[in-house]
């Protein structure tokens, strides 16, 4: 079978998303099918991509959405077209074979409402034009009008044409190890995010600040990056640093930038707490299931996608947030083992991949 990707960027990997284009493409790959990569122009080389010129001066998406229907001919070639963005299915909506891939209500998290709006207008029309729709998580399909409860119906077709597919973790890989060095000396608690205001780096920082009075000995360590091609991003961690001496936390809070994806089974593992401070867009975070799967205790907000992970959780608020905090803390080993067991038994790239097979060929 021929398989069209359809996503703005695949590479690099700067997060989630572009992980989870990753996964899929070994899993078809390895059942061998042929398949095409249609992203922007990264600078990044590979016979699997199929360039998607963007014109300038125009917001990125909207760009990109143009330059696809440069590809018309290219992408008519596809037996299936994978898109992953409901905000990218218009411009191939033609095609007679389209797989809808939510990774999160991204309507829910822009600064402006009139995004906000088109970006959940974009979703509803793909949830009922697009051939198949995957949801990574239940929120976005009760959001779309399918009463699907939290953590029901996992790896299944929850309605005609919809599926509710959570991420998964490779649990060969994402294994515990003895850590890194430079990091248990820290005794770090771990925030893997980007730096963008839906993943609440900032909610974090300010519950790191009450924690930290108690544990003295430990350090707050956020793992992710800018986004280089946002500008709210560049403006965030300017926000952070401010934070970070506002409540007079310098050398308290560490920043490692993007950390290749081989290497973070060593930062989880190094990590005594890993947090997930999401405030909104956010699916079955692929961060929270890796730490889960390495056996280190993980704490995330009650919001979206989130409630469909066996997380310990919290409001997105600073002080809830500390009190969870401090209260999971002396009893994050059994925790971390609790969840280490859920997400090897269920979260598991066998069970991904076989609910994938089964879409492609529906």
């Known amino acids: 079978m021929r398989i069209g990707h359809v996503t703005y960027r695949y590479k690099p990997i700067v997060g989630g998303m572009e992980t989870y284009v990753g996964m899929l493409f070994q899993v078809f790959q390895a ?6 990569i249609y992203q922007v122009d990264t600078g990044v080389p590979g016979q699997e991509f199929r360039f998607v010129p963007r014109p300038p001066l125009l917001p990125k998406q909207v760009g990109y959405n ?4 440069a590809q018309a001919r290219n992408l008519a070639g596809e037996d299936r ?19 809808v891939l939510c990774h999160g209500a991204t309507w829910t998290a822009d600064a402006s409402p009139r995004r906000r ?9 793909a949830f009922r034009r697009a051939r198949q729709w995957v949801s ?11 009463p699907q409860p939290p953590r029901t119906g996992m790896f299944s077709q929850v309605a005609p044409g919809k599926w509710f597919i959570p991420n998964c973790v490779d649990a060969a890989r994402f294994q515990r190890t003895a850590g890194r060095e430079s990091l248990n000396v820290l005794q770090p608690i771990l925030v893997p995010r980007n730096l963008t205001p839906p993943r609440g780096v900032d909610l974090a920082i300010r519950a790191f600040a009450a924690f930290v009075r108690q544990y003295p000995e430990t350090n707050l360590v956020v793992v992710g990056d800018i986004i280089y091609d946002n500008l709210w991003s560049f403006r965030y961690k300017m926000e952070l640093t401010r934070l970070i001496n506002e409540l007079d936390l310098v050398g308290k809070v560490f920043f490692l930038g993007s950390v290749p994806g081989e290497r973070m089974v060593d930062v989880y593992s190094s990590a005594l707490l890993t947090v997930i401070p999401t405030r909104a867009s956010e699916g079955t975070s692929l961060a929270a299931l890796e730490s889960m799967a390495c056996g280190t205790a993980t704490l995330s907000t009650a919001v979206e996608g989130l409630l469909d992970l066996p997380t310990e959780r919290c409001p997105p608020e600073p002080q ?5 905090m401090l209260g999971l803390f002396p009893h994050r080993e059994d925790v971390g083992l609790r969840q280490q067991q859920t997400v090897r038994a269920t979260y598991n790239l066998q069970n991904w991949a076989a609910a994938w097979c089964r879409v492609l060929e529906s």
Not at 66 to 69: K, P, S, V
């Open 31 to 36: 059942a061998g099918h042929s398949q095409h």
């Open 66 to 69: 143009l330059g696809l229907l």
């Open 81 to 99: 077209l994978i898109i992953s963005n409901p905000e990218h299915y218009l411009p191939v909506a033609w095609h007679p074979s389209t797989i």
């Open 136 to 146: 990574n998580d239940t929120f976005a399909l009760r959001e779309l009008g399918v």
């Open 117 to 125: 709006r088109l970006r959940r207008l974009a979703a509803e029309i």
């Open 320 to 324: 809830a947030m500390a009190e969870a």
